[in-house]
């Protein structure tokens, strides 16, 4: 996954892929402590092009906030090292991770005098469930393991001890012979998935969960729902959506910036519609990756070689 990747960004220097170290004894190591963020450049017609970067960027210090991690860097900071890193790296496009975390300072559950450090790093990263999976869908388990509530964790925060929950959920669908899993929630009604919001089309209407719903506001989430709308369709993005509903389903659909738009064939083993990816699937995966390679929606689209 990394071969081609020099360098990455760590404190405000740019680091030797190999020398990018931290100390055993970071706090975010032994307690979760961190933020991340996962963004993706495309390779837009005009060059390479960060999508929806400021949302992200927001989404991350916001993150960062419910935790008092202050991250001594500036947005501006960080944007500008991001593309500098992607033009050494030379990616055309690439995913970007970048994440801020309590460091090595006294343990003990309180953070207290633990530096914040921030790193970015980038690298070429491409269908996250599989290419097949983009144009046949894929095959996903209902997780035994619930999403925690956001009364138990802020779910509004992208925290990196939390993943647990999603790996123990990704784990089990793969041990289980499943490429992903759906998580419901503390009520037992549908979140997400680990690492994907979820969508579901019955009779020509499209539903995805709601924030209420214990779900992190996916930011390729709010992109699918402007573009079903602008294609006219009726989208409920409060929804309430029971396990029972994943079975009868026209359609699912996974959205997250890894993930990009992914169809979900079956699940349980139950044939979701016609076992395939649906039309309405088709269309928005379609408009999906038209936009991020036109880059027509300039506002959403930052060049990363000014050209
Ligand atoms: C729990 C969760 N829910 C929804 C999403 C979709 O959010 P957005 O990317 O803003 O549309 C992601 C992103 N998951 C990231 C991490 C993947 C990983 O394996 O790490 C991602 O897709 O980058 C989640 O982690």
Redesign the pocket.
Same mark, same amino acid.
């Given at each position: 996954m990394f071969e081609a990747v020099d360098e990455v960004w760590m404190d405000g220097e740019f680091v030797d892929f190999e020398d990018a170290n931290v100390h055993l004894l970071t706090h975010a190591l032994h307690y979760g402590t961190g933020v991340f963020e996962?963004v993706r450049c495309y390779e837009t017609e005009e060059g390479p092009a960060i999508f929806r970067w400021e949302e992200?960027l927001d989404r991350f210090y916001n993150s960062a906030e419910v935790y008092d991690i202050e991250i001594p860097f500036e947005k501006q900071e960080l944007t500008e090292a991001t593309e500098e890193l992607i033009r050494r790296e030379g990616f055309e496009s690439c995913?970007i991770r970048p994440i801020a975390f309590y460091g090595y300072g006294p343990l003990g559950l309180n953070p207290g005098k633990s530096p914040v450090q921030v790193g970015l790093a980038v690298w070429p990263w491409g269908a996250?469930l599989g290419e097949e999976a983009l144009e046949d869908g894929v095959d996903v388990a209902v997780s035994s393991w619930r999403k925690y509530a956001s009364s138990q964790i802020p779910t509004n925060a992208?925290t990196t001890g939390t993943y647990v929950n999603?790996v123990l959920a990704s784990l089990e669908a793969k041990e289980n012979g499943y490429t992903e899993a759906i998580v419901l929630n503390k009520e037992g009604n549908v979140a997400? +998935?680990?690492?994907?919001?979820i969508f579901l089309v019955r009779d020509g209407e499209i539903y995805t969960t709601g924030l209420a719903e214990s779900?992190?506001d996916?930011?390729?989430?709010r992109t699918a729902i402007e573009l079903a709308e602008e294609r006219g369709y009726t989208v409920h993005d409060d929804a309430t959506i029971s396990r029972g509903e994943l079975y009868t389903a026209d359609e699912l659909f996974f959205? +997250?910036?890894?993930?990009e738009v992914t169809p979900i064939r079956s699940v349980d083993d139950n044939e979701i519609g016609t076992g395939t990816k649906g039309p309405v699937t088709d269309e928005l995966q379609t408009a999906f990756f038209d936009l991020v390679e036109s880059g027509e929606r300039e506002e959403w689209f930052r060049y990363v070689y000014s050209n």
């Open positions: 996962g992200h995913y996250y992208k999603s997400e +998935g680990p690492g994907e919001n779900i992190l996916g930011i390729t989430r959205t +997250g910036t890894a993930a």
